[in-house]
């Protein structure tokens, strides 16, 4: 059974650094693409950041470009998304996902994902 766990949520202030963790387990997942999304209050969830498992290039929705940076370790299966110069705008419940096949390229939607973590919640305080 698969499993996807985030963690590394919690409260910071406005310029601080958080690392989120992804846990996948339950299969191989080598060259599957792993994307993180964001959830904000009263907004839709979107694509945040993604990478490939072995992979060499990660993906960044426009605004996070040189804030964040994602990562993986895939003989752990884990992805990280190193977070910078957080601001409140950015507080929101971070996803971990998994599309569902391999040699899966980066997707934007959430439909193209299989597996989905519970999510971990990042607060931003000024």
């Known amino acids: 059974q698969v499993q996807v766990a985030e963690s590394g949520g919690g409260s910071v202030h406005a310029g601080d650094s958080l690392r989120l963790s992804c846990d996948a387990s339950?299969?191989?997942?080598?060259?599957?693409?792993m994307g993180w999304f964001r959830q904000g209050p009263g907004k839709e969830r979107e694509f945040v950041a993604g990478?490939?498992?072995?992979?060499?290039?990660?993906y960044y929705i426009d605004y996070v470009k040189g804030r964040f940076i994602v990562s993986e370790e895939s003989h752990k299966n884990t992805v990280y998304l190193q977070m910078n110069s957080l601001q409140s705008k950015l507080a929101a419940v971070y996803y971990c996902?998994?599309?569902?096949?391999?040699?899966?390229?980066?997707?934007?939607?959430?439909?193209?994902?299989?597996?989905w973590g519970q999510g971990t919640k990042v607060t931003v305080s000024s």
């Open positions: 339950g299969k191989s997942f080598s060259r599957y693409f």
């Open positions: 996902t998994i599309r569902g096949v391999t040699f899966s390229s980066i997707a934007l939607r959430i439909d193209d994902y299989a597996y």
């Open positions: 990478i490939q498992f072995g992979g060499t290039n990660p």
